[in-house]
């Protein structure tokens, strides 16, 4: 598959004058470091020229709500912004009941507001693939996907409408740098979830809310499916310099009785197993889906993957689930995520921010840290 690349290019000079004065100012500079380096006998110190990718994300955000987050990440005008699922709360049968749920959502004020400052990208979870919880067995997932791929306006011609699911690549190049987005599909082939039935009984932590799933020891389950699969094991032997997947559900948690990668453990080592085999370099996730935001670190015997949860746009809960993987967070309130990628300094900046455009909290992942050691 042939994956969407987005270069800027270079502006074209129509006017004159403004021709004229831009080679006076180059010429002026020339002159200038000429000028320095006869006086010191080294060369003028020129500032490096700042060169960064901006991406604001986020999860759970109800069609029926105003959405005054839309409007505080328009402010910010990230390069992109990513929906990671529960775009809508669709949970219905009925198509026709979906496409008015998407419109109510693009009508929007806030949702417009945000669509002129930012490229818009997106998957989904269950809320909006059509109902809660739910897998494979969804009845109407094919138009599903269609009102979806409509709502974010995805091209006639792309690769996306010609197979099965929602997963997608996208690959932004800055500055002599790769930057690759692979977007996921949790519903789609995903097996049903295997009922909770007291297992984890023993573990206190967890007694103070009910308890849904276990993890499955069936390993013929699937939370990808084989195509996709397929499909991400070639992404991932691409290169790139940092790989950003994106999760409806949360993949670096530990179990929790919720939706997340943990009831598929299979699974989750298989994703670790092909990022280890194809020696990919700058593997990060952003997942949604559990009304607050939080930053997981999964320890691995190659690097240490993060995952950066923001969740909910508009939705919230009152308790966050036990987590020993988590290093920052939880944050409760309405919040969207923020990764700022400094190319030069070769570090990732990720921020949890609210409504208030306050940032509750950041952190500085250097890009060494989540490469292969040479």
């Given at each position: 598959?042939?994956?969407?690349?987005?270069?800027?290019?270079?502006?074209?000079?129509?006017?004159?004058?403004?021709?004229?004065?831009?080679v006076l100012s180059f010429?002026?500079?020339?002159?200038?470091?000429?000028?320095?380096?006869?006086?010191?006998?080294?060369?003028?110190?020129?500032?490096?020229?700042?060169?960064?990718?901006?991406?604001?994300?986020?999860?759970?955000?109800?069609?029926?709500?105003?959405?005054?987050?839309?409007?505080?990440?328009?402010?910010?005008?990230?390069?992109?912004?990513?929906?990671?699922?529960?775009?809508?709360?669709?949970?219905?049968?009925?198509?026709?009941?979906?496409?008015?749920?998407?419109?109510?959502?693009?009508?929007?004020?806030?949702?417009?507001?945000?669509?002129?400052?930012?490229?818009?990208?997106?998957?989904?979870?269950?809320?909006?693939?059509?109902?809660?919880?739910?897998?494979?067995?969804?009845?109407?997932?094919?138009?599903?996907?269609?009102?979806?791929?409509?709502?974010?306006?995805?091209?006639?011609?792309?690769?996306?409408?010609?197979?099965?699911?929602?997963?997608?690549?996208?690959?932004?190049?800055?500055?002599?740098?790769?930057?690759?987005?692979?977007?996921?599909?949790?519903?789609?082939?995903?097996?049903?979830?295997?009922?909770?039935?007291?297992?984890?009984?023993?573990?206190?932590?967890?007694?103070?809310?009910?308890?849904?799933?276990?993890?499955?020891?069936?390993?013929?389950?699937?939370?990808?499916?084989?195509?996709?699969?397929?499909?991400?094991?070639?992404?991932?032997?691409?290169?790139?310099?940092?790989?950003?997947?994106?999760?409806?559900?949360?993949?670096?948690?530990?179990?929790?009785?919720?939706?997340?990668?943990?009831?598929?453990?299979?699974?989750?080592?298989?994703?670790?197993?092909?990022?280890?085999?194809?020696?990919?370099?700058?593997?990060?996730?952003?997942?949604?889906?559990?009304?607050?935001?939080?930053?997981?670190?999964?320890?691995?015997?190659?690097?240490?993957?993060y995952d950066f949860t923001?969740?909910?746009?508009?939705?919230?809960?009152?308790?966050?689930?036990?987590?020993?993987?988590?290093?920052?967070?939880?944050?409760?309130?309405?919040?969207?995520?923020?990764?700022?990628?400094?190319?030069?300094?070769?570090?990732?900046?990720?921020?949890?921010?609210?409504?208030?455009?306050?940032?509750?909290?950041?952190?500085?992942?250097?890009?060494?840290?989540?490469?292969?050691?040479?």
């Open positions: 598959m042939n994956p969407i690349i987005f270069k800027i290019k270079p502006m074209k000079i129509t006017n004159f004058r403004l021709s004229q004065s831009l010429i002026l500079l020339t002159q200038l470091n000429t000028s320095c380096t006869q006086a010191t006998g080294n060369p003028a110190e020129i500032q490096e020229v700042e060169s960064k990718t901006t991406i604001a994300f986020g999860s759970c955000g109800h069609q029926n709500h105003d959405l005054p987050v839309f409007n505080t990440i328009a402010s910010l005008g990230p390069d992109y912004f990513i929906f990671l699922g529960d775009n809508i709360y669709g949970d219905t049968k009925r198509m026709d009941v979906l496409r008015d749920k998407y419109k109510r959502l693009g009508e929007k004020p806030s949702f417009k507001n945000m669509k002129l400052a930012t490229k818009i990208l997106a998957t989904w979870d269950d809320h909006d693939y059509g109902w809660n919880d739910s897998g494979k067995e969804y009845p109407f997932k094919k138009e599903s996907k269609e009102i979806f791929l409509q709502f974010f306006e995805e091209p006639v011609e792309s690769v996306r409408r010609k197979h099965e699911g929602i997963y997608h690549e996208e690959i932004i190049e800055k500055d002599g740098h790769i930057l690759q987005i692979l977007l996921l599909d949790n519903r789609s082939f995903r097996d049903k979830l295997k009922p909770y039935n007291k297992n984890f009984k023993h573990d206190k932590r967890f007694d103070f809310y009910t308890k849904d799933y276990q993890p499955h020891t069936d390993t013929t389950t699937t939370l990808l499916g084989e195509e996709q699969w397929k499909w991400l094991d070639q992404a991932l032997a691409k290169k790139a310099d940092i790989r950003i997947i994106c999760s409806g559900t949360q993949f670096g948690i530990e179990w929790n009785s919720y939706e997340a990668w943990a009831n598929f453990p299979h699974e989750q080592r298989k994703m670790l197993r092909l990022i280890e085999k194809n020696k990919a370099n700058g593997v990060f996730f952003i997942t949604g889906d559990v009304h607050y935001a939080e930053l997981s670190k999964l320890e691995t015997n190659f690097y240490p993957i923001s969740s909910g746009l508009s939705s919230t809960w009152s308790f966050a689930t036990p987590n020993s993987n988590r290093i920052k967070g939880p944050m409760m309130e309405n919040n969207f995520g923020f990764l700022e990628i400094d190319w030069n300094m070769k570090k990732i900046k990720c921020s949890a921010i609210g409504v208030d455009a306050k940032v509750n909290f950041s952190q500085v992942i250097e890009l060494s840290e989540i490469s292969f050691k040479k």
